[in-house]
């Protein structure tokens, strides 16, 4: 995975984050840290039908967030995905690390594990609250 | 310099030669120290003191050998004024709880300083709370140096305990402990240094600083893992509890009672870390070789380099000293527009080693007013051709980023 680490769709999602903001009135948010680091997020979900995020469909997100060029770039990967229909409540919780590297068309090595993960797990625990 | 003798040297990281630069982590180790270990286990091992037999012989000769060679290294007075530990972090809670335990007391005063590595700091702050003691702290000048005019303030009839690290492992800073220990002194508190920056990177004499604690990390000094050293003046070691108790910290056992083993070994319960401190030995030799005044020279014209060549950069922010002559061995520094840790991946795709973080040094960061920082460290192997691959790496990563 030589170079291969920032590809033009990180660099680009990190440049530009779709999706970044507030979301008014959401129904569900959560926040993440990595305190290895220091990155942060916050999202912002609207959910419609069915407590607790089950039978739900995610309706909007945003999301606020600090860190790395990796953790940004996913977040709004994931952002994009579920504004654009492609990505629904059931398969977000059970979504892995190589589920990530497939959409960032990268592979990621142990010690960056966290900076991918910290959006998918701030989007999880949103809708388990 | 002396390049040969570290064997990992030669290893490739993602088809690029290895350029070490976290030193300040953990430092690589020299041939001799590898061998040293090796051949305890090869020839010598057993287990050390009352063994009649030759080989426990051989071993406690080794053992104790290494203990002498500390004592040289930082002109202790005594021998057993140099206690073996797991690491810098476990010489530090030795001391605090044990002579912490004793002898600090409600409304007593701890002062440490805005520059603290974590485990000088969180044992303090237990100890404290525990206490009800309070936690003061010496700070920051605008240079990154600590402000000695505060001192005076700072340090109070109530201060019992005074404890800093010699250099800072984010900022470089190298603090004038020798002044702020006849501060303390005069006001009757005691001195604990952090050195675990300072081994084998500037030469240390505890007797000419009069520090009644010095702490070093062996691994930070050429030598392996999980071996330390606490030095502590002889009677304030002698009025210490045990640390840890159980083997070979004793003298007698009874049912309901015991007696302590005379120093060092009162302080060391358990069968000893005998192979690292071997090693430890070993990475003294190294350094003695290779003389510190020769590493420190090197270390200085290596820092040089690296500021002015990081500072031709724009875009970087460099926290520490801004003169090479009061710092040493590590420059922490961030890149505008590129994360600290997007930084070190790029950087170790081009087989360069730095780390990221906050160097187990948050409240500092705070002070800094960032999360995190990039910060490249430096020992006698590292080279201008190290710095270079550095600077082009850094360029590389600003270009891809900010393009």
């Given at each position: 995975?030589q170079?291969?680490n920032?590809s033009?769709?990180?660099?680009?999602h990190y440049?530009?984050?779709r999706?970044?903001?507030?979301?008014?009135e959401p129904?569900?948010?959560?926040e993440?840290?990595?305190?290895?680091?220091?990155?942060?997020i916050k999202?912002?979900l609207r959910v419609k039908?069915g407590?607790?995020g089950?039978?739900g469909?995610?309706?909007?997100i945003?999301?606020?967030?600090r860190?790395c060029?990796?953790?940004?770039a996913?977040?709004s990967?994931?952002?994009e995905?579920i504004?654009?229909r492609?990505l629904r409540?059931?398969?977000?919780?059970?979504?892995?690390k190589?589920?990530i590297e497939?959409?960032l068309g990268?592979k990621i090595?142990?010690?960056?594990?966290?900076?991918?993960?910290?959006?998918l797990n701030?989007?999880?625990?949103?809708?388990?609250s | 310099?002396?390049?040969?003798?570290?064997?990992i040297?030669k290893r490739k990281?993602?088809g690029?030669?290895l350029?070490?630069?976290d030193?300040?982590s953990?430092?690589?180790?020299?041939q001799?120290?590898?061998?040293?270990?090796t051949?305890?286990?090869?020839?010598?091992?057993?287990?050390?003191?009352?063994?009649?037999h030759?080989?426990?012989q051989?071993a406690?000769q080794?053992?104790?050998g290494?203990?002498?060679k500390v004592?040289k290294?930082?002109?202790?007075?005594y021998?057993?004024?140099i206690?073996f530990?797991s690491?810098?972090?476990e010489a530090i809670?030795?001391?605090?709880?044990?002579?912490?335990?004793?002898?600090?007391?409600?409304?007593?005063?701890i002062?440490?300083?805005?520059?603290?590595?974590?485990?000088?700091?969180?044992p303090?702050?237990?100890?404290a709370?525990?206490k009800?003691?309070?936690?003061?702290?010496i700070p920051?000048?605008?240079?990154w140096?600590?402000?000695l005019?505060?001192?005076?303030?700072?340090?109070?009839?109530?201060?019992?305990?005074?404890?800093l690290?010699?250099?800072s492992n984010?900022?470089?800073?190298?603090n004038p402990?020798e002044k702020?220990?006849?501060?303390?002194?005069?006001k009757?508190?005691?001195?604990l240094?952090?050195?675990?920056?300072?081994?084998g990177?500037?030469?240390?004499?505890?007797q000419?600083?009069?520090?009644?604690f010095?702490v070093?990390s062996?691994?930070?000094?050429?030598?392996?893992t999980?071996?330390?050293?606490?030095?502590?003046?002889?009677?304030?070691?002698e009025?210490?509890?045990?640390?840890?108790?159980?083997g070979?910290?004793?003298?007698?056992v009874?049912?309901?009672?015991s007696?302590w083993n005379?120093l060092?070994w009162k302080?060391?319960?358990?069968t000893?870390?005998i192979?690292d401190?071997?090693?430890l030995g070993a990475a003294?030799d190294f350094?003695?070789?290779?003389?510190?005044?020769a590493?420190?020279?090197h270390?200085l014209?290596?820092?040089?380099?690296?500021?002015?060549e990081?500072?031709?950069?724009?875009?970087?922010?460099i926290y520490?000293p801004e003169?090479?002559k009061?710092?040493i061995g590590?420059i922490?520094f961030n890149?505008?527009?590129v994360?600290?840790?997007d930084?070190a991946?790029?950087?170790d795709?081009?087989?360069?080693a730095?780390?990221?973080?906050?160097h187990c040094a948050m409240p500092l960061?705070?002070?800094?007013?960032v999360?995190?920082?990039?910060?490249?460290?430096f020992?006698?192997?590292?080279t201008k051709?190290d710095?270079?691959?550095l600077?082009?790496?850094?360029?590389?990563?600003i270009?891809?980023?900010c393009?």
């Amino acid at each position: 995975m030589q170079q291969k680490n920032y590809s033009q769709i990180v660099l680009d999602h990190y440049r530009n984050p779709r999706n970044f903001g507030k979301l008014k009135e959401p129904t569900h948010t959560a926040e993440e840290v990595n305190p290895l680091c220091g990155d942060e997020i916050k999202v912002y979900l609207r959910v419609k039908n069915g407590k607790n995020g089950k039978n739900g469909k995610i309706e909007d997100i945003r999301y606020e967030a600090r860190g790395c060029a990796l953790s940004i770039a996913v977040a709004s990967i994931l952002a994009e995905r579920i504004v654009n229909r492609e990505l629904r409540i059931e398969e977000t919780g059970k979504m892995e690390k190589s589920d990530i590297e497939q959409m960032l068309g990268i592979k990621i090595s142990p010690a960056r594990e966290s900076c991918i993960l910290l959006s998918l797990n701030a989007i999880n625990k949103a809708l388990s609250s | 310099m002396f390049n040969s003798n570290f064997p990992i040297l030669k290893r490739k990281i993602n088809g690029r030669r290895l350029v070490y630069l976290d030193n300040a982590s953990t430092t690589q180790k020299p041939q001799n120290v590898i061998l040293a270990m090796t051949d305890f286990y090869e020839h010598h091992n057993a287990n050390i003191h009352r063994g009649i037999h030759t080989l426990s012989q051989e071993a406690t000769q080794m053992y104790e050998g290494a203990r002498d060679k500390v004592q040289k290294f930082i002109n202790a007075k005594y021998r057993e004024e140099i206690i073996f530990t797991s690491g810098a972090t476990e010489a530090i809670n030795l001391v605090v709880w044990t002579w912490g335990h004793e002898n600090i007391k409600r409304g007593d005063e701890i002062l440490l300083t805005e520059m603290e590595h974590h485990s000088n700091l969180v044992p303090w702050q237990i100890l404290a709370r525990k206490k009800g003691a309070k936690l003061k702290f010496i700070p920051l000048n605008e240079t990154w140096n600590l402000k000695l005019e505060t001192l005076n303030k700072l340090i109070t009839r109530r201060t019992k305990m005074v404890a800093l690290t010699h250099i800072s492992n984010v900022l470089g800073t190298i603090n004038p402990v020798e002044k702020i220990i006849k501060a303390a002194h005069k006001k009757g508190a005691m001195v604990l240094i952090d050195g675990a920056q300072a081994g084998g990177h500037i030469s240390v004499d505890v007797q000419k600083l009069g520090a009644d604690f010095y702490v070093l990390s062996g691994h930070k000094m050429y030598g392996p893992t999980g071996v330390g050293v606490l030095y502590g003046r002889k009677e304030i070691l002698e009025n210490m509890p045990p640390y840890q108790s159980g083997g070979h910290m004793i003298r007698s056992v009874d049912w309901q009672n015991s007696t302590w083993n005379d120093l060092p070994w009162k302080l060391e319960a358990g069968t000893a870390n005998i192979a690292d401190v071997i090693g430890l030995g070993a990475a003294i030799d190294f350094i003695n070789k290779v003389g510190l005044r020769a590493v420190k020279n090197h270390e200085l014209r290596i820092m040089n380099y690296v500021l002015r060549e990081l500072g031709k950069i724009s875009g970087i922010e460099i926290y520490g000293p801004e003169s090479g002559k009061d710092r040493i061995g590590v420059i922490s520094f961030n890149a505008a527009g590129v994360p600290p840790h997007d930084l070190a991946s790029i950087l170790d795709q081009r087989g360069i080693a730095i780390r990221t973080g906050h160097h187990c040094a948050m409240p500092l960061h705070r002070k800094l007013g960032v999360e995190s920082t990039a910060r490249a460290s430096f020992a006698i192997y590292n080279t201008k051709s190290d710095i270079d691959a550095l600077i082009k790496g850094i360029k590389y990563a600003i270009q891809l980023f900010c393009s």
